[in-house]
C-alpha cells in the first residue's frame, strides 16, 4: 500500500510543482551554475543509486556527509531551499523510479562506514530509502550513527498508514531542521 501512495504522490508532486521546480532550477543556476546535484548513495540492499536535489552548496565543496561540510560552502539560496525542505523536491523522481520512498532512513554515503555498520546490524537496508522519516522530524542526523540506525529500525518496525502520513505532514510543516553542517 505504501509503495502506491509513494507512486501517486510522487507521480502528481512532480506533475502539478513542474512550473515551480523550473523556477527554483533557473533561480539555481543564477545561484551556482549548475542547480541540480546528483549523489551516489546507499540504496536499499546496499544496491548503490544517484540521489538527485537542488544543489544548496557551492559546486567545489566535497562530496562528504552534511556534518562534516562547512557551512561556509552553503550558498545564500541553498540556505532558504534547505530551511523550506525544497532542495528534497526533486528526489520525487527517485522515489517514482522506485529508488527511494517519501518515508523511510534517509540515504547515506557509501564512504560513511559507521553508519553503514549500524544500519546493516539493524537490516535497515532491507526498506527503500526515503526522503523524510521519525529521524528527520527529531533532528536526528547522520551525525549520530548508532542513534540515528536505532532511530530508523524503530521506524521500519512501526511504519503503518498512520505513521507514514504523520512524518510527511511533520515534514511539510517544519518539524525538524533538515541535515546540521558544521560551522564556518
Keep these: 500500500m505504501i509503495r502506491l501512495l509513494d507512486l501517486f504522490f510522487s507521480f502528481f508532486g512532480l506533475l502539478f510543482a513542474m512550473p515551480f521546480l523550473l523556477i527554483l532550477f533557473v533561480l539555481g543556476l543564477f545561484d551556482t551554475g549548475s ?3 546528483r549523489q551516489e548513495r546507499v540504496g536499499r540492499n546496499k544496491i548503490p543509486f544517484t540521489l538527485v536535489k537542488f544543489r544548496t552548496m557551492k559546486v567545489d565543496t566535497a562530496s562528504v556527509a552534511s556534518h562534516l561540510a562547512s557551512s561556509a560552502s552553503i550558498t545564500p539560496f541553498g540556505n532558504f531551499l534547505r530551511k523550506t525542505k525544497l532542495d528534497e523536491l526533486p528526489q520525487l523522481w527517485n522515489v517514482l523510479k522506485g529508488e527511494m520512498s517519501l518515508v523511510g532512513p534517509r540515504p547515506g554515503l557509501f564512504n560513511q562506514q ?20 521519525e529521524a528527520q522530524v527529531n533532528e536526528i542526523d547522520m551525525s549520530t550513527p548508532e542513534l540515528l540506525a536505532k532511530t530508523d529500525a524503530k521506524m521500519i518496525r512501526e511504519l503503518n498508514l498512520v505513521n ?21
Excluded at 544500519?119 to 532491507?126: E, G, M, P, T
Excluded at 511533520?170 to 564556518?184: N, P, Y
Design 35 to 37: 542547480p541540480i546535484f
Design 114 to 133: 559507521e553508519l553503514t555498520e549500524a544500519r546493516d546490524a539493524k537490516n535497515v537496508y532491507a526498506v527503500r530509502p526515503g526522503i523524510t522519516g
Design 164 to 184: 507514514y502520513f504523520k512524518f510527511i505532514l511533520q515534514t511539510v510543516t517544519g518539524k525538524g531542521s533538515g541535515d546540521r553542517v558544521k560551522g564556518s
